[in-house]
Structures are given as structure tokens and as C-alpha cells.
């Protein structure tokens, strides 16, 4: 066989099957929201992906699979700026200065964004489940309540409650809410399209 076709059929066959594993996995890491770099990475990973769809497409004289991920390509290292870039410089801003707060004197600062991301637990360090959004008063620009998710999987099964600020109260990395699960439990669950205007007491 010529030298030509034999590295063109090992091209074919490393991509045929770099192309898919790559592309399943980049789906998984971003699809988590384990956080900008986690899906800075997706987006690494879903590069090799199109890259090697290209290549396959090349190979085997597939023009739409090639200029069909020579798009993507454009599009995942967009991806990449976003999240690994410009994302992550942010998060590592506000970790500093969270961190930077705990050391000098006066209140320590929580990054804002942590409010839709950052577990909630109990006073004795149970897991309750995971802050969501929160929402906060126009007049004052206090929180009124934080939307709280838990159990599901992956999303799938998930339920929302609106826990009143006055039982929350933030730490480093965290929130701890003055309540135990079996309070918790007893919040009547929120409609995740239609929050209400005012939280339940708890």
C-alpha cells in the first residue's frame, strides 16, 4: 500500500475515533457548571473534538463535516476566551479579595456571584443543598430570600424552596443557613417558573 494512503487511513481512523470521545466528553464538563475553568476546558476539549471532525471530514471527502467544524473551531476558542479567559480573571478577583477581607479588619467580602453556585449547609456542617439565585430589595438592596435547590440528579428531579435571608448567614466559600434538614424540609417547594414576592417563614 502507498505510504500516502496508509497515513491517510490512520489519520481516518485516529479521528474517527478522537473525534466522538472528545466531543462526549467536552459535553459532560460543560454541561456540569463545575465552574468557569471546568468549562474553560470543556471548550479545550471540544476544540480537539472539531478539530479532529475536520480531519475526519478531510479524509474521507466529507466537505459539509469540514467547514461545518472549522465553525465550531471559531466558536469553541471564543469558548475558551470566555471561560478561561475573561471568566476566570473575574473569579480570581473576587476570591482575592474575599480572601484579602478575612485578614484585615472589618466585614469579610463574599463575591455576589457565589449566591447562585455556593452549597448551603447547617450549623453543624451538613450539606443541605446548593444556592441557586437570590433576590434582593429594590429599596434597600438588601437579599429578601435565597432560592435553594436540592436532591435530583444532575438538575433532573431537582426541587426549589425560597429560604428567608434572616436564617442565612455567609462564610468563606459557603453559606450557612440557622436551620437543620428536617426544617428545611418543611419550606413549602417554590414553582422554579413563578418565584414568589414574598418567602414563606421558616
Not at 471568566?87 to 484585615?104: F, V
Not at 435553594?148 to 425560597?162: D, S
Not at 435571608?165 to 426544617?183: M, N, S, Y
Amino acid at each position: 500500500m502507498p505510504r500516502a494512503l496508509r497515513i491517510r487511513g490512520g489519520m481516518e481512523d485516529i479521528s474517527s475515533w478522537v473525534a466522538p470521545i472528545a466531543t462526549a466528553i467536552a459535553a459532560c464538563m460543560t454541561a456540569a457548571n463545575l465552574g468557569s475553568r471546568v468549562t474553560g476546558w470543556g471548550f479545550v476539549v471540544f476544540t480537539v473534538g472539531s478539530i479532529a471532525w475536520a480531519t475526519y471530514g478531510a479524509v474521507t471527502g466529507q466537505t459539509n463535516l469540514v467547514w461545518q467544524n472549522i465553525f465550531l473551531t471559531l466558536v469553541n476558542l471564543v469558548g475558551i476566551w470566555r471561560w478561561l479567559g475573561r471568566q476566570a480573571r473575574l473569579d480570581d478577583g473576587a476570591r482575592s479579595a474575599a480572601e484579602q477581607s478575612q485578614d484585615m479588619p472589618g466585614p469579610t467580602l463574599f463575591p455576589a456571584s457565589t449566591l447562585t453556585s455556593a452549597t448551603l449547609e447547617s450549623r453543624d456542617g451538613e450539606a443541605l443543598g446548593a444556592a441557586a439565585d437570590a433576590m434582593i430589595r429594590c429599596n434597600d438592596g438588601r437579599i429578601a430570600y435565597l432560592v435553594v435547590g436540592k436532591g435530583g440528579v444532575a438538575g433532573v428531579g431537582e426541587t426549589f424552596l425560597a429560604l428567608p435571608w434572616e436564617h442565612v448567614r455567609l462564610a468563606p466559600g459557603k453559606i450557612v443557613a440557622d436551620l437543620d434538614r428536617a426544617a428545611l424540609d418543611r419550606l413549602e417547594p417554590i414553582d422554579p417558573r413563578s418565584w414568589p414576592a414574598r418567602p414563606e417563614a421558616a
